[in-house]
């Protein structure tokens, strides 16, 4: 490794709330080996997606600038390939970068400065899943989402899930082993992003039996009936076909189940990623970083999925670990993933990494990790546009307020101090006007409404018109094709040493001969 440039393992989960975790307070879930990293690492305890939908989420993350600033609007929205990532600022500090597993990437760039790509993605690549704001009937845009992930969830034996992550799983660890062996060479970024615990809620009777299904545990706030519901969360009731489903309480006891059985399986992953790292010797100079895109409703106020700012659905998990600090810090204040960008390249540089292309909606993390103290902004933005709304969300939080906002909708705004489920808005109290009038300005300052609006559905117009015309014909297809240079494995194309804990030695050769020359 070059002098100075740590390796970074970054590990993401997909779905999984930050609830859902020991580490964050959770009692009854299994994930040994997160509570080992938290224990040495840097937790931040109020971290929060920008997005609560898988691909604008991870461009978000990537690019270190919230969703609108991108045109990252929803599942379907392209990621432009001109839109520099972290990934690019460690390729120009002369990192090797390499994925495994899933980016969601929309477009037909399918590398966003990964040099290496290791698998597929799970999901599409193209614009199928656009929201349409036109539809009302049902009162929802674009496709309803099916509840039966969660009336057909508990057992399997296999799914495509798992195909995927045992993929993804199997190609991470290898590349650690590759990686290990070339140490000495340029440092690298090894992202490996799992699709667990994403629905459907479906797992193995190994994970399954680590839970006694009696004892699981039920939402804390139960289902609030249609008319007590704010705007948005009546559009999300539609949305994934609650008006189609009478849930049963042993339907949700399984779905939980099954999700807390998937978050263990997620965390031995997590194990044996961490395992290389240790075995091999590149603990010494890697730093971990662990997060989820978004969070997941699990049943909370009879909600499930994500695409909505209450908590369950936008706080993550974060956890960082540098080697040489290897002692457990919590951190409390309000931070985001757009955060990751400017830690990364600061913790790359040791705090002098050349500025961002464009400017960045985020902030180092960099003086929580090292333990120095610093100024925060205590302050969190997020947005949404994607399905079940109907014009642009908005979502502050600052301090122990959480503001939620829509023209459509009106403003919601929660106490989490003295509120933690969010059960009382505070809008529109008199109590409250002088924080209420605050954040409202706030975030009319931060986001030019009318903007993001017409933007966003001119962005959906576009897309519904092309995404029949890519299709027919020939189709189109961005879908991204992993290469397996055969010619270069094992013994062909140059010879692979074998690691014994941290140390190289090559193997044996057969020596050469006429009909055998030795290259």
Known sequence: MAPGRPNFLFIMADQLTAFALPTYG??????????????????????????????????????????????????????????????????????????????????????????????????????????????????VSGARMSMRSVVESGLCERNLQLDYDEEVAFHGTQKLYDLARDQGQRPFLLTVSFTHPHNPFITTPDYWDLYDHAAIDMPVVPPLPL??????????????CMDEYDITEEQIRTARHAYYAMTSYVDDKVGA???????????????????????????????????????????????????????????????????????????????????????????????FLRGETGSWDDFVAGEYTAEGSIAPCFMLRRGQFKYIWCEADGGQLFDLASDPTELRNLAGTR???????????????????????????????????????????????????????????????????????????????????PDHPRT
């Open 273 to 367: 990623l961490l395992k290389v790292l240790h075995d091999t010797g590149l603990a010494d100079d890697t730093i971990v970083v662990f997060t989820a895109d978004h969070g997941e409703m699990l049943g909370e106020r009879g909600m499930w999925y994500k695409m909505t700012f209450f908590e369950p659905a936008v706080r993550v998990p974060l956890m960082v670990w540098l080697p040489q600090a290897r002692r457990g810090r919590r951190i409390t204040e309000n931070v985001a993933l757009v955060d990751l960008f400017p830690t990364i390249l600061d913790l790359a540089t040791d705090g002098a990494a050349p500025a961002a292309v464009d400017p960045l909606d985020g902030h180092s993390l960099g003086h």
């Open 26 to 139: 959770h009692k009854m879930v299994n994930a040994p080996h997160l509570d080992r990293l938290a224990s040495e690492a840097t937790v931040f305890h109020n971290a929060y997606c920008n997005v609560p939908l898988c691909a604008p989420s991870r461009f978000s993350m990537l690019s270190g600038r919230l969703p609108s600033r991108i045109g990252a609007w929803d599942n379907a929205a392209e990621f432009p390939a001109s839109v520099p990532t972290f990934v690019h600022h460690l390729r120009q500090l002369d990192y090797h970068t390499c994925l495994s597993g899933k980016m969601h990437f929309v477009g037909p760039d399918q590398l966003h400065g990964f040099e290496e790509r290791l698998t597929t993605d799970i999901y599409p690549s193209d614009f199928s899943w656009t929201p349409d704001w036109t539809r009302t009937d049902p009162p």
């Open 431 to 513: 109590e409250h006007e002088a924080v209420e009038r605050t954040m409202l300005t706030e975030l009319h300052q931060h986001w030019d409404v009318p903007a993001v609006h017409a933007a966003a559905f001119a962005s959906q117009r576009r897309r519904l018109f092309l995404q029949p015309v890519l299709m027919s014909g020939t189709p189109a297809s961005w879908d991204y094709q992993p290469r397996d240079d055969a010619s270069q494995k094992y013994v062909r194309g140059g010879q692979s040493p074998t690691l014994t804990k941290g140390r190289l030695r090559y193997p044996y050769v057969e020596p050469a001969s």
């Open 227 to 240: 008319e007590r519901k704010d705007p948005h969360s009546r559009r999300h009731y539609y949305l994934t």
